[in-house]
Each structure stands twice: as C-alpha cells, then as structure tokens.
C-alpha cells in the first residue's frame, strides 16, 4: 500500500513540474556515488535539500553535502518537514532534549508561531526549466509497482490515493469554515477508533510523505480557530501536529531511538520473544475480534485510527502478549502508509510505557474499549466477515457464546475463528506484575548510578494536573 501511496505522490508531483515546465528526474544508484557523477556531468552549482531527521538520512546528506562543498557547490538545505527545526527545540531547551510533551510546549510558546508555508510556484525561470530533450528521455521516468516488486493484483482496493492533489483536496474538505464547529470541538480522545468511516482527518499519509506541508495544515487551522472558542493541545488539532514536533524532536537527538537498548528514554523491559504470539498479531489470529478488525483493517488499507493503533500496542506488549514494543513497530513500518520513524518509535514506547507515559496499571481492554464506540460490532463484521451473523451480545467475546448460537451462526470457535490466544484477565494482572519488576529494578539501577544526573529514562512523569488530558486517552479496563 505505501509504495503505491508514494508513486501515486511522485507522479503528481511530476506532472505539476511538468505544468511549471520542468520535470521529475528519477535517477537509480547509491546516493553518494550518484551525486558525484551527477555534479560532473550536470556542471552543478547550488543543490537544495529538506532536513531529513533520520539517522539514516543525516549520515547519508553529510556525505553528500561534503561532496557538494569539496566540489564548490553551494549547498541550501531547509526545515519544512516539521513546523520548527528540532535543532532550535533543543538550542532553546538550553541543549537538553525535551523529554515531555508539556515541556516541549512551553519551549515553543517561548518561541512563537512556526513561520508560514511558502506560495507554491506559478512560474520557473527560463534557466530552471527543463530542455525538450530532458522532457522526452524515459531514462528518468518514474518505476512502475512492477519494478519495485510490488503485484498491483494483490493490492486491495485503494481508499486513501496519494499525492499533493489529493492532500490538499482532503485538507479543504476537513479544514474550512463550512466544517468550523468539528474542527474547534475535535478532541482525539473522543474519536471512534471502529467507526465505519473515518473520524479524523486521515491527513497523517499526506504529512508524512511531504504532499501537505504541515505549516498549511497549521495556519488553515489558525484560520478556523481564530476569534472563537476551540479545543487546546494535546488532544486538538493543532496538538496532534504538536505531537508530531515532540516526536521528531525527541527522536532527533536520542541514538538507537527505534531500539530499546542503547536508547537513553527507553526503560529495559525483558520482553518475551514468542513468534507464534507476533505472527497471531500480526495476520489478526488472536482470538479477540476487536484486535483481529483492526489489524485485518491495516493489512488491508494500510490505516487505522490512532486510539486502534494504542489498544493494538497494549495488547501486544505490556497488556496481553508480553511481546517487545520493537517487534509491534517494524510491523506497523512494513504496513501503515503514514509509517514515520520517529512517531512510530516514539508512539510504541509510550503504549508500551516504555518511555513518555508510565502508568503500567493503565490498559487497554481488547473487550470493553471497543465497545464504548460499536456496541454492536458493526466495525467487527465488516473486517471479519465470519462474524456477520454473529449475535451482538457476544461478538467481543464469542467463545462465551453457546455452541448451538455458534453453529447457527456460521462460526464455531476453535474451528472457524481461533480461541483466545491468552485469557486476558490473568495475562493483565501477570504483565502488570512484570512491570512493576522491571519498573522498580530500573529505579535500583538509577539509584546505583547517584549521584550522576538522573538518565531522562527515569525521569518523572508530569504532575497530575499537567497529565490529566493526556490520560484521556487511556482508561483503565481490565
């Protein structure tokens, strides 16, 4: 699904060029050696590039920026992934990262608005635009699925297209002044997380690939909200791209962030390795039919909400399967198409408590949470079909319901859908108790290690005040 999502963005962006005269040039090969040739055989003088915060990336664009200069290219890179340049977060943190969410909004309070999106080009100059025969060569053309690997047949059908196009007509269709009162009252915590459709913006692929510039989305928001009453950070609007901003921040500056070892947030939990449990997860064979809808629904679309992505987290980390939190992320890596390096490491630590959030006692229960929203199942039945006929009364626990309500409904536990893969009331309470080792084992180290500075690991959570809106997004159902 992603890499469709991103040709589908690569070819919007190449017949834009192509309005403005100029074109996409796909060009094949290792970075540092493609660079070189292409600075000799294109005589380049100045290259541009976006602030990449991976680590990847930025031992990639050092290279070539060393390159570029050893060659007297002049050399512009520009932070407009994010609202704010990490580097400036953290300069203005005295040089220490922010290691809260609330800290990390005082810091930009501090700071003031990020600046705001640049016009997009009606016109290039004569000398940007590309010649006749660079329009006409096909040695620069865009691959196909086919040479990326990719059967277009094995796709499911596709809800969310990418590209700029479809960004900015799915950002004026949810941020306008028609649809003002939705937008001053979103609060994420009171989302449906197994709503049929929807019930948020579903703008995080367009972000995440560059079709929407998050500083649009940031003043179009400003636009709505200005000179009237609407919800604050963290669960507003404007949070959730606030979110975002920690995020990179955070995972910016900390090595081995998407690791739990070696990462200075992260607390050392003796996960289990049981790949039978992951493999269950992973392909929705748990048991629990509101999991299993919701991974079946991201293996299909490639999306799912944000509160589905936390109860899917806690059930297979610290609530239910006792799996490591870096398993969950690389499967979430392979197949949401908003996968982002740093909310995807950073968002499996808080679910997990392993960093960010630390009230362990708190879970998700993979029962009751889902049926706060669809008592009836409704979002069960549409991604696991053999429920379709299932009574309402016991679709979030069917193995409670008699056999012979079962058979009549087409669907037998233990032969048409699998048993519950754990019995949640007495994993919760054995993982709490783990937790509760691991958490108090890491306080012993920490007390070991005085009187150095407390590791950031270790650091306390927010008051109870400051923390009582985040909480809402958790709630304590065992």
């Not at 031992?59 to 994010?82: F, G, L, N």
């Not at 306008?176 to 019930?199: C, D, G, H, I, Y």
């Not at 407390?454 to 985040?470: D, T």
């Amino acid at each position: 699904n992603r890499w469709r999502f991103l040709l589908q963005s690569l070819e919007d962006l190449d017949s834009s060029l192509k309005k403005l005269g100029s074109r996409l040039y796909i060009v094949r090969g290792k970075p540092l050696e493609t660079f070189e040739d292409l600075f000799h055989r294109w005589d380049v003088k100045r290259i541009t590039w976006e602030v990449d915060t991976e680590p990847y990336a930025k031992e990639r664009d050092a290279k070539v920026e060393k390159v570029a200069k050893d060659k007297k290219i002049e050399v512009v890179t520009c932070t407009s992934h994010t609202l704010y340049n990490p580097e400036q977060v953290i300069a203005k943190n005295k040089g220490e990262t922010p290691l809260t969410y609330q800290k990390m909004l005082s810091l930009l309070a501090a700071i003031g608005p990020p600046p705001k999106p640049v016009e997009t080009p009606t016109e290039l100059a004569k000398e940007a635009k590309a010649s006749k025969n660079d329009m006409e060569k096909t040695k620069y053309d865009l691959p196909t699925l086919k040479d990326l690997g990719v059967n277009e047949a094995d796709l499911e059908p596709c809800l969310f297209p990418g590209g700029e196009s479809e960004g900015l007509n799915r950002l004026a269709d949810k941020i306008n002044m028609q649809n003002a009162s939705w937008v001053r009252s979103f609060e994420k915590p009171n989302t449906s997380p197994n709503s049929l459709s929807p019930s948020t913006t579903v703008l995080s692929p367009h972000l995440k690939f560059g079709c929407v510039s998050a500083r649009l989305m940031y003043w179009k928001l400003e636009e709505v909200y200005r000179g009237a009453k609407h919800s604050q950070p963290p669960v507003s609007l404007h949070g959730q791209l606030l979110w975002r901003e920690f995020f990179y921040t955070v995972g910016s500056n900390t090595p081995n962030f998407n690791k739990m070892e070696g990462n200075s947030v992260c607390r050392q939990i003796p996960w289990g390795e049981d790949k039978e449990r992951l493999d269950a997860w992973a392909e929705g064979r748990t048991g629990f039919p509101y999991i299993d809808a919701i991974m079946t629904q991201l293996r299909k679309e490639g999306w799912i909400h944000h509160l589905a992505r936390h109860s899917v987290a806690c059930f297979l980390t610290r609530g239910d399967l006792w799996q490591s939190w870096e398993a969950g992320q690389h499967v979430f890596e392979e197949l949401l198409l908003d996968a982002d390096w740093s909310l995807n490491a950073g968002n499996w630590m808080w679910l997990s408590a392993s960093a960010f959030f630390h009230q362990y006692f708190r879970c998700y229960s993979p029962v009751a949470f889902g049926k706060k929203t669809d008592k009836d199942g409704a979002y069960i039945r549409k991604y696991l079909p053999i429920f379709k006929k299932f009574p309402a009364k016991y679709i979030y626990e069917p193995w409670d319901a008699p056999l012979a309500v079962q058979k009549q409904a087409g669907c037998v536990i233990g032969t048409d859908y699998p048993r519950p893969i754990v019995k949640h009331e007495v994993v919760v309470k054995e993982n709490m108790a783990k937790m509760k080792a691991a958490y108090d084992a890491g306080k012993a180290n920490a007390g070991k290690a005085a009187p150095e500075k407390r590791k950031p690991s270790e650091a306390k959570e927010p008051k109870a005040k400051k923390q009582k809106k985040m909480d809402s997004f958790f709630k304590t159902e065992h």
